[in-house]
């Protein structure tokens, strides 16, 4: 694939991905108010499906052997996921000090990286992700010697580091759960991210697709499941999904995630066997999967602002 093909697809679908996923941020808040608009979520939510984005790439592999990895596209995508989580840390560290983020002093900032737990889970964070850009870099211009295995590790303990730390951490198991929901809806995202950012052709898809839903099934039962426990845990019961801005948010979150199911179900009965008999056009492939994504990218939003509301 040439670099020219795989940026401009690149660019076409995290164009969409962007602006779905603020819209989550803005329904999120539209169901919270009048709390204050959740700035820091709409940097969380490109944080979190850069990524994913980078944990599905480095995955894709395991799909079709014989897909290159876009080492130049690996790189940039992953140096992108490093600054906006060195924003996200900078809102956070304004949030625990107490003040608004311009007025957040390099003194103050310091002391939370070196003192408070979330600062210190924040530079491993960045540790993480500037490796990841870094080797990617390097394997760009030798790619007979990198391997993805390598990104995928980091890629995925990164993105286990903050819900493992997160609000869910103070109840029972709740790192476990929480770390295993962000993994599994990062893979379910980031690995059909991948397919429309790097399959190109018919063959492609009739290979890669169906393997992609054979993986995606346990995937959305995970993050069914994991989320479901968490959120009955966090709200405390069925009434304040209604009465709060929190248990509203879930439960639009709920409900894009159900349809999700559907659509997926619908995909597998239409689209995946067709892709397989090599009946479904590449460019088709790609619009079923960019519209997939998109609604995905919505659920993140409102995932991103209930991880700043708790």
Same mark, same amino acid.
């Given at each position: 694939?040439?670099?020219?093909? #795989?940026?401009?697809?690149?660019?076409?679908?995290?164009?969409?991905?962007?602006?779905?996923?603020?819209?989550?941020?803005?329904?999120? @808040?539209?169901? *919270?108010?009048?709390? /204050?608009?959740?700035?820091?979520?709409?940097?969380? =939510?490109?944080?979190?499906? #850069?990524?994913?984005? &980078?944990?599905?790439?480095?995955?894709?592999?395991?799909?079709?052997?014989?897909?290159? /990895?876009?080492?130049?596209?690996?790189? %940039?995508?992953?140096?992108?996921?490093?600054?906006? $989580?060195?924003? %996200?840390?900078?809102?956070?560290?304004? *949030?625990?000090?107490?003040?608004?983020?311009?007025?957040?002093?390099?003194?103050?900032?310091?002391?939370?990286? %070196?003192?408070?737990?979330?600062?210190?889970?924040?530079?491993?964070?960045?540790?993480?992700?500037?490796?990841?850009?870094?080797?990617?870099?390097?394997?760009?211009?030798?790619?007979?010697?990198?391997?993805?295995?390598?990104?995928?590790?980091?890629?995925? &303990?990164?993105?286990?580091?903050?819900?493992? #730390?997160?609000?869910?951490?103070?109840?029972?198991?709740?790192?476990?759960?929480?770390? &295993?929901?962000?993994?599994?809806?990062?893979?379910?995202?980031?690995?059909?991210?991948?397919?429309?950012?790097? =399959?190109?052709?018919?063959?492609?898809?009739?290979?890669?697709? /169906?393997?992609?839903?054979?993986?995606?099934?346990?995937?959305?039962?995970?993050?069914?499941?994991?989320?479901?426990?968490?959120?009955?845990?966090?709200?405390?019961?069925?009434? /304040? !999904?209604?009465?709060?801005?929190?248990?509203?948010?879930?439960?639009?979150?709920?409900?894009?995630? =159900?349809?999700?199911?559907?659509?997926?179900? @619908?995909?597998?009965?239409?689209?995946?066997?067709?892709?397989?008999?090599?009946?479904?056009?590449? $460019?088709?492939?790609?619009?079923?999967? =960019?519209? $997939? %994504?998109?609604?995905?990218?919505?659920? !993140?939003?409102?995932?991103?602002?209930?991880?700043?509301?708790?």
């Amino acid at each position: 694939m040439s670099g020219v093909t #795989t940026g401009g697809r690149g660019a076409r679908t995290l164009l969409l991905i962007v602006p779905a996923g603020l819209l989550g941020v803005l329904l999120a @808040w539209a169901l *919270d108010i009048p709390a /204050p608009m959740p700035t820091e979520g709409g940097v969380r =939510v490109i944080a979190d499906c #850069t990524g994913a984005t &980078v944990l599905g790439l480095a995955a894709l592999p395991r799909l079709h052997t014989r897909l290159d /990895p876009p080492w130049r596209l690996l790189a %940039v995508l992953a140096g992108i996921w490093c600054a906006t $989580e060195f924003a %996200v840390l900078a809102f956070e560290a304004a *949030d625990v000090v107490g003040v608004a983020l311009t007025r957040l002093g390099g003194a103050q900032f310091g002391t939370f990286l %070196v003192e408070i737990s979330g600062g210190q889970v924040g530079i491993a964070i960045l540790v993480g992700t500037g490796a990841i850009a870094c080797y990617c870099a390097v394997a760009f211009r030798r790619p007979d010697t990198a391997s993805t295995d390598l990104v995928l590790v980091f890629a995925a &303990v990164t993105l286990a580091l903050r819900p493992i #730390t997160g609000h869910m951490s103070q109840q029972p198991f709740g790192s476990v759960l929480g770390a &295993v929901h962000a993994l599994a809806a990062a893979a379910w995202f980031g690995l059909l991210v991948a397919l429309a950012l790097v =399959v190109r052709t018919r063959g492609e898809w009739a290979v890669t697709l /169906p393997r992609y839903s054979a993986a995606a099934l346990p995937l959305i039962a995970t993050v069914a499941t994991t989320g479901i426990i968490n959120g009955l845990v966090r709200v405390g019961g069925l009434a /304040p !999904f209604v009465t709060t801005g929190y248990g509203r948010i879930l439960l639009a979150k709920t409900l894009v995630l =159900v349809g999700l199911l559907a659509l997926g179900w @619908w995909w597998r009965r239409t689209w995946v066997r067709r892709a397989a008999d090599h009946r479904a056009t590449a $460019e088709s492939s790609l619009r079923r999967a =960019v519209l $997939e %994504v998109v609604v995905m990218a919505l659920a !993140f939003g409102l995932a991103a602002t209930l991880a700043v509301t708790a």
